[in-house]
């Protein structure tokens, strides 16, 4: 197979039908090309040798032998990257390949190109680095007294509060009301969440072609691609425009494609030899070649008066950033601003603190910070209801933010959060009878493990409320472009950027063109950087709201276009940018504008967990949902979106956890590391709450 | 070294490092990416192919071990334009999000429904565990494997 840039015409419906993906019949002909799938006549294998320590000083790099064996035609260390060393997605502190210090067990230090993946891995093998052990940091506590991983402090000077602790990414405090404050009852409970990994199944991947005058097309899975032109280019001393990304087929992403992977290494491989390179990651390298979700601690306080109201919340949160700084900065502050999940608070201390160590590095993952807060909120929710007598979904009713209430950093809630509307639908969703014994072990905890009849098995039904931003935040205004060409035949072509992760964007591109241009004759032009503008990224919960605000300006620019001047072709770009926000005040974590987040949204889940109590196994048997989406563009993907999601909820909840030792992974593999399967999976009713949100296109969350 | 095998019905020929497996032969010397490179080590079932009707991780399979053998990967479900109905039902279903493990499910669906036409719940849960998919729960899946059955 060779690269060809797949055009995706779609006849589908109108926004709020439900539809069918078109992109549906090539992936199950396994007719779809991921980027994994990629090549190119003359193609090299490219491979990445890694750091076996999670600290050490580099003494000596040796790369003769590796240059002398058969097939290899390239062997590069940082000495060959011919522009900046470092790249980041908000501030370049990570080497392309290692310097003079490697700070994590996985940390790329040279880059091969072969003939034949084998000889790739041979030539790796033949490579001599001399490494000297330097002190660990792997604990997040005690981080904050070792000796500083970045001394020159990559965040400072950007309008945080300034911290002097050594490998402080990023400290937030939000004082909110009087923090104070007593209550008559007083529940505190120390909280501890695992890393997860994205754990996408298509792994990290990519083609680079040199261009032959210099230049260099990447084909890659990411969720951003003109991002990745920005990091890419300043390495490669290229201008932008030399730099052309192409999404290739993503394979999943869930915030694990934000970061680069192998987008430089592939460059710099090809322009070095002249000839197309590939490179795609084995899962063991997937494992270290991402950013994870951020391991946390957390410590709560929460105090009540007696009939159930709270008076004052007091948290502190340490969230383990790895190595590099990547997302961390956005990850604490979202921890922090979702910290006390959607309830009325009128006096909070917040304190979120992102830490440097040689653990692996963590950034984007699904939920981003406001999931770690979640499981810690929701379970000091149950432990007051419990201190109370109070039912746990009467607390909460009790306690709901609504709109015109405010955030702890003062934002006042002015858009859609039906709070109450969501909790009252997931409460009333029929829980399931409870299967009688004997049954089949398979549908016992533990399934066919179960090796009792069921004797210790008990039922207990949880309830909890989720809380997250949509869109970015804190002044990082990003926009999306979109360019919409009417041809004189009525026939439409569609360009945006944005990545096709899974999610379905390309059908909500579609049919917002549809419903706009009113014509079925809508073709989605392949994203690449080369003909429109960013899209902004497939992440934060953002890209149907950018894309359909977009689309739907560009559509009705080009219909009025083409109205006025009555005959020709209309090509035209339009840049959608979603309301203002403002940072976050670095002392006291209020307001400085109207808002620091876009919007709001909302979840309740009601869930049917059995518990062997003799095998301490776990069965959950049924998950109930009611999920706040504005408005559902495409009812199918959103309800496709909110059972994946409960899967990866569920896996992080009773299966998943990066286990590391000395900073190294331990379970870098689906032999070791679980994620649910068929057997693990309950079913999952799912209630949409349609409540539009003002601001957005549509009305649609996410 | 050389090896013969028959692919999709076809027969088909390789020289290849004997190193290799089974995946690596199908996607990089045959040109047949169908089959996916999701794990590598038997867990996820993406790269999942029937080798003498048999449904085997073709990841844990040498490509020498095929050598005179016959092997139908996701390529060769289809008739031509037409979808396999188990295809079809994955479509119809929005079992489809990004994509990576449909084409090993698509295969371990169609061995299933082959053995055990019309299979309860559980049967299904059970066949298809060794299938790993990140993206949708599994629920539009089961209903893509019920709606292949139904239409049986």
Redesign the interface.
């Known amino acids: 197979?060779t690269v060809t840039a797949t055009r995706t015409t779609l006849r589908v419906g109108k926004v709020g039908e439900r539809l069918?993906?078109d992109?549906?019949?090539p992936?199950?002909?396994?007719?779809?090309?991921?980027s994994?799938?990629l090549?190119a006549p003359g193609m090299l294998w490219g491979d990445t040798l890694r750091s076996p320590h999670a600290h050490a000083r580099i003494v000596s790099v040796d790369i003769s032998q590796a240059l002398a064996l058969p097939g290899v035609h390239a062997v590069l260390t940082h000495a060959d990257v011919p522009g900046r060393k470092t790249y980041g997605l908000e501030f370049p502190d990570q080497p392309v390949l290692a310097v003079d210090r490697v700070r994590y067990v996985g940390e790329p230090v040279a880059v091969v190109a072969a003939d034949?993946p084998?000889q790739a891995r041979r030539a790796l093998a033949a490579i001599r680095v001399e490494y000297e052990p330097l002190e660990l940091v792997v604990d997040m506590e005690r981080a904050l007294e070792q000796e500083p991983l970045h001394p020159d402090r990559p965040t400072m000077g950007h309008g945080y509060r300034d911290d002097p602790r050594p490998n402080v990414v990023r400290h937030i405090v939000i004082r909110h009301g009087d923090p104070d404050t007593a209550g008559e009852v007083v529940v505190r409970g120390d909280y501890e969440v695992g890393s997860q990994d994205?754990?996408?199944?298509?792994?990290e991947s990519g083609l680079a072609i040199p261009d032959g005058e210099g230049g260099v097309d990447i084909h890659v899975a990411t969720q951003w691609i003109h991002v990745d032109r920005d990091q890419v280019a300043p390495c490669l001393a290229l201008e932008p425009e030399r730099v052309r990304i192409h999404l290739a087929?993503?394979?999943?992403?869930?915030g694990g494609r934000e970061d680069l992977s192998m987008q430089i290494h592939g460059a710099l491989l090809a322009l070095h030899t002249g000839r197309p390179v590939k490179m795609?990651y084995?899962?063991e390298e997937s494992f270290t070649g991402h950013v994870h979700r951020h391991p946390a601690r957390i410590w709560c306080e929460h105090r009540a008066t007696r009939d159930g109201r709270i008076t004052c919340v007091r948290m502190r949160i340490l969230l383990d950033g790895g190595a590099y700084a990547s997302s961390s900065t956005a990850v604490a502050s979202n921890a922090a601003s979702f910290a006390l999940g959607p309830y009325r608070v009128d006096n909070a201390l917040i304190e979120a603190t992102a830490v440097y160590t040689n653990n692996p590095p963590c950034g984007a993952m699904r939920g981003f910070g406001a999931v770690q807060t979640c499981f810690a909120a929701e379970a000091q929710m149950d432990r007051l209801a419990a201190e109370l007598g109070i039912d746990p979904v009467e607390l909460r009713l009790l306690n709901a933010l609504e709109p015109g209430d405010s955030l702890p950093t003062g934002q006042v809630i002015a858009g859609s959060l039906p709070t109450r509307e969501v909790i009252r639908r997931a409460a009333a969703l029929p829980v399931p009878v409870e299967e009688p014994l004997p049954r089949?072990p398979?549908?016992l905890p533990g399934g066919a493990g179960n090796t009792t009849n069921g004797e210790g098995v008990r039922r207990g039904v949880g309830f909890a409320l989720g809380f997250k931003n949509i869109c970015y935040s804190e002044g990082f205004d990003d926009s999306c472009a979109a360019r919409v060409v009417l041809r004189e035949d009525g026939t439409a072509v569609v360009h945006v950027a944005s990545a096709e992760?899974?999610?379905?964007v390309i059908g909500v591109i579609l049919q917002v063109a549809r419903t706009e241009l009113g014509t079925e004759e809508v073709t989605l032009a392949p994203a690449e950087t080369a003909s429109v503008g960013s899209a902004g990224s497939s992440s934060a919960s953002r890209m149907t709201w950018m894309a359909a605000g977009a689309v739907r300006d560009a559509c009705r620019a080009a219909v009025e276009e083409r109205e006025r001047r009555g005959d020709g072709e209309v090509d035209l770009e339009r840049v959608y940018r979603h309301p203002r926000t403002t940072p976050l005040d670095p002392e006291t974590g209020q307001i400085t504008g109207e808002r620091a987040h876009v919007a709001l949204a909302v979840a309740a889940m009601r869930v049917v967990v059995e518990v062997d109590v003799e095998l301490g196994l776990s069965r959950v048997v049924w998950v109930g949902t009611a999920q706040d989406v504005g408005r559902a563009v495409n009812p199918?993907?959103v309800?496709?979106q909110i059972?994946?999601?409960?899967?990866?909820g569920l896996g992080l909840a009773l299966m998943e956890e990066l286990v590391t030792r000395d900073g190294a992974i331990l379970n870098a593999?689906?032999?070791d590391y679980l994620?649910?399967?068929?057997?693990d999976?309950p079913?999952?009713d799912v209630d949409l709450v349609e409540a539009p949100e003002p601001d957005a296109p549509y009305g649609a969350k996410g | 070294m050389r090896i013969s095998l028959t692919v999709n019905g076809e027969r088909r020929e390789a020289d290849l490092w004997g190193g290799e497996s089974l995946l690596a032969l199908l996607r990089d010397a045959l040109e047949l990416p169908g089959s996916k490179n999701a794990c590598e080590q038997g867990e996820c079932g993406s790269c999942s192919v029937l080798l003498d009707g048999e449904l085997v991780c073709s990841c844990l399979v040498l490509a020498a071990q095929a050598d005179g053998h016959a092997v139908v990967t996701v390529e060769g479900l289809a008739s031509g334009d037409e979808l396999h109905p188990v295809q079809q039902a994955f479509v119809d279903a929005g079992a489809v999000q990004c994509g990576f493990c449909t084409p090993g499910l698509v295969v371990a669906v169609t061995d299933l429904l082959v053995r055990v036409p019309d299979p309860s719940d559980d049967e299904v849960r059970e066949a298809l565990s060794g299938n790993l998919c990140r993206c949708t729960g599994y629920a539009k899946i089961f209903d893509a494997v019920r709606l292949a059955a139904e239409r049986r």
């Open positions: 197979m069918l993906r992109d549906a019949g992936k199950v002909k396994g007719a779809f090309a991921f994994s799938d090549s034949h084998e994205q754990a996408f199944l298509g792994p087929g993503v394979g999943g992403a869930f795609s084995d899962r089949d398979l549908r992760v899974g999610q379905g199918l993907a309800e496709g059972e994946g999601g409960t899967a990866q593999s689906f032999t994620i649910p399967t068929a057997l999976m079913p999952v």
